[in-house]
């Protein structure tokens, strides 16, 4: 089945680095995304890695992807205090119409950053 | 700041009540989406339009009725919705086909409230 788990909550000091894991279940999963809640807000595209890509960097993030584990991984570097939100990791699998990816979510990590 | 725009931002209605859920995009993009997300839970998908004709529909009650007007606008119409609908409504929009990575857009979505 298509199951996408992730640990629930993550304290980090302002400063450190934060590292958010996730784990999916679908192996013909195309790409993997990291979204972004703040609270209140909609959700935030922060970045997406293609499954055939083993790691990708923008700016203070770093995605790991394992596909032979199905482990995808969100580094984020000297953690602020604005980073604090709920992380949800998304994998898309393959649509049966032809058009439209399906995503299947996490439950979400919520990141907590302490000054 | 997000470019897919959703009205109203709060909504309170009764249950015999009949109100409508607005989005609007302006990337060209030609899919569009609703979900529903309660409290610190991921996103729940309820529609896809894909070229303004309905894709998907995730077996979600009739009393949520969706309706796609033109490329840029989405609709959610609602009508004797119970307390338990009550969630956050989120409009999405994409480019449609597999050739396109599929990230999301969202919008900052409409808080609905069903006494």
């Known amino acids: 089945g298509e199951d996408v788990e992730q640990s629930l909550f993550l304290s980090v000091r302002e400063g450190d680095s934060s590292v958010i894991n996730c784990t999916y279940t679908?192996?013909?999963?195309?790409?993997l995304y990291w979204y972004k809640q703040e609270p209140g807000a909609g959700l935030q595209l922060l970045t997406y890695i293609f499954s055939n890509m083993d790691m990708k960097q923008d700016q203070r993030l770093t995605v790991l992807l394992n596909k032979k584990d199905k482990h995808l991984s969100l580094r984020i570097a000297d953690t602020q205090t604005g980073d604090s939100a709920i992380y949800f990791c998304?994998?898309?699998?393959?649509?049966?119409?032809?058009?439209?990816?399906?995503?299947?979510w996490g439950l979400g990590t919520s990141l907590a950053v302490n000054p | 700041d997000t470019e897919v725009t959703q009205t109203p931002k709060h909504l309170v209605m009764g249950m015999t009540n009949k109100k409508s859920l607005k989005c609007e995009q302006h990337m060209g993009h030609r899919a569009m989406y609703w979900y529903k997300q309660k409290a610190k839970k991921p996103p729940e998908l309820m529609f896809v339009y894909s070229y303004e004709k309905l894709s998907i529909n995730e077996s979600v009650p009739s009393r949520f009725s969706p309706e796609c007007p033109n490329s840029s606008l989405l609709n959610l119409h609602l009508h004797a919705l119970q307390p338990e609908d009550s969630a956050l409504y989120l409009c999405?929009?994409?480019?449609?086909?597999?050739?396109?990575?599929?990230?999301?857009?969202f919008g900052e979505g409409s808080r609905l409230t069903v006494l």
């Open positions: 999405a929009s994409s480019q449609p086909g597999t050739m396109n990575t599929g990230e999301l857009f």
């Open positions: 998304a994998e898309s699998i393959s649509p049966k119409d032809g058009n439209n990816r399906k995503l299947i």
């Open positions: 679908d192996s013909s999963s195309t790409y």
